[in-house]
């Protein structure tokens, strides 16, 4: 069943009127008509099942029926990564979305060729991927901050994993092992890698843990799907089966 | 520095000619000229470091200075995947040979919309990938076949980590704890998952390890890589760092 996400809330039986790109991707790229079912969410009230009531020129009205899965989480983990180029920074969205990552922030390092970004852009395709994947939220994206700046402000009780090409780390499944179950942050470098400054601050914060990726050298899509699914199996929602 | 994969043998001082591609790329592209040094490997004579001797418009020749790393290959583990929409199919590729697979086969399920493949479009990925990522070989992309024909003809030492999302399987890094140390080979499904029947037949396989991927519905490139980093991790070169 088609899957949406909407910024309204979802109640029983309180109509929501989808927005004209949802209603044309419902009526004329997905052929669906009044009565037909569809579950949205919004990332507070859960999921919710609902049934097409209108479905006309000045768009779609959906009638919700009833809540199909409560409100739910997965684990808190943020992916970290320096702005790459658009395509690699769109991918790394959509795999954050499916891997479960709680939220992307971008970040500027040393070596960033710091082009702009749309976050605006890339919280719709963590949006449609959120949709496809089932999961309950979509990914935050958070605009790119410098490398320096988010470290300043980090939340004390947040673990950080390195993920350092550049040394002589641990796997990151030997570097996991053992590790606190705590909120968690992965940090991927730009393609350059990081400064020798850059990587002497971070091997010195105390919620910092470095770790290798392999030996051989990832793009930085590959590094964040990598890492994120390591995460997940050793400390996240891979270990069972619970569905988030 | 420069890594080009060639087809011709590498020896000490023995000169070898550029085809018009690469010669294209390494003057054009990449601004090179004569005495600049370049890494070349072709999957058999190991990496040598080489120096350009000539840069005409006949092409570049290079002429080999020194072996730097004698040949060696990564894990034998293959990735099968069913034929998904191309660029799909070009994503799993490049994260193939930056994962280190030795062979990419490509499967019809099915599930299967079988659109043909161009393999030896797939193969300049693989190829450009694997310069990229610093490995002594390329993976070999291996002609799409029928997934039942695939199962017929499988080599009897070769365990197969089963990929199946439908089911109640053990996450991948518990289904493989304890493993046997083997050639192995990772197999992801379509888009539309597999078929009751091919589920059954899969199941029953005595080489067959089914494993689950996680709580979210995946994307086949997101499995792809997802699986094959988990395999690396338990099984393969992400457990040391030998590099390969």
Excluded at 12 to 22: R, T
Excluded at 69 to 78: E, I, L, N, T, Y
Excluded at 146 to 162: P, T, Y
Excluded at 193 to 198: K, L, T
Aim: aromatic share 4%.
């Amino acid at each position: 069943m088609i899957r949406l996400f909407v910024s309204a809330d979802l109640a029983q039986g309180v109509a929501l009127a989808l927005d004209h790109g949802q209603s044309h991707y419902l009526t004329s790229v997905m052929r669906r008509d009044v009565g037909d079912e569809v579950l949205v969410f919004n990332g507070r009230d859960g999921e919710w099942r609902t049934a097409i009531e209108v479905a006309g020129k000045r768009g779609v009205i959906l009638r919700p029926l009833a809540l199909e899965r409560p409100q739910a989480f997965g684990p808190d983990v943020d992916l970290i990564v320096a702005l790459v180029k658009r395509s690699r920074i769109e991918t790394i969205v959509e795999k954050a979305a499916e891997l479960g990552a709680r939220r992307v922030r971008l970040a500027i390092t040393e070596r960033t060729n710091a082009e702009r970004t749309r976050v605006d852009r890339l919280s719709a395709i963590a949006a449609e991927a959120a949709e496809q994947t089932g999961r309950l939220d979509v990914p935050e994206i958070i605009e790119p901050v410098k490398l320096g700046k988010l470290i300043d402000g980090w939340e004390a009780s947040r673990r950080l994993l390195f993920c350092d090409e550049a040394g002589d780390a641990r796997p990151v499944l030997d570097a996991l092992a053992g590790a606190a179950s705590a909120p968690w942050a992965i940090l991927i470098g730009p393609e350059g890698g990081f400064s020798p400054a850059e990587r002497e601050r971070l091997r010195n914060l105390p919620y910092a843990t470095p770790a290798s990726l392999g030996p051989r050298i990832l793009r930085a899509d590959t590094a964040a799907i990598s890492a994120l699914t390591l995460w997940q199996a050793a400390q996240g929602d891979w270990r069972g089966l619970e569905v988030s």
